[in-house]
């Protein structure tokens, strides 16, 4: 099985930065994409950014111009680079990996909480 291990998460004021990493334990076979999930207790899980086939990026509204994902092939990982961040931020980070075969991985989440 594959594993999925995001890390970077913590606290940050507003305006501030932060970049989440996600490590796969191993190169995935048949991988069609990745992306960066997000969900506040009460709320549904929303995409945030992903990297598909082709190395298309997609992202929400609401971060777009502000948060960049991007993937370094050699290490199996996946990162989410967030500027200015916003209250409306603060929520629990989850990264997935879809491949071939009807294969769907899940990281474990990693907390981002924005504060002033």
């Known amino acids: 099985q594959v594993q999925l291990v995001e890390s970077g998460g913590g606290l940050v004021q507003p305006g501030g930065s932060l970049r989440l990493s996600c490590a796969a334990s191993r190169s995935i076979v048949g991988l069609t994409s990745l992306g960066w999930y997000r969900q506040v207790l009460g709320n549904q899980r929303e995409l945030v950014a992903e990297?598909?086939?082709?190395?298309?990026?997609n992202y929400a509204d609401s971060v777009k111009g502000r948060f960049t994902i991007s993937r370094d092939i050699a290490k199996n990982t996946v990162y989410l680079q967030m500027n200015n961040l916003k209250l409306e931020d603060t929520a629990v980070y989850y990264c997935?990996?879809?491949?071939?075969?009807?294969?769907?991985?899940w990281g474990q989440g990693t907390q981002v909480t924005v504060s002033s």
């Open positions: 990297v598909v086939s082709g190395m298309r990026t």
């Open positions: 997935r990996a879809i491949a071939r075969d009807i294969r769907d991985y």
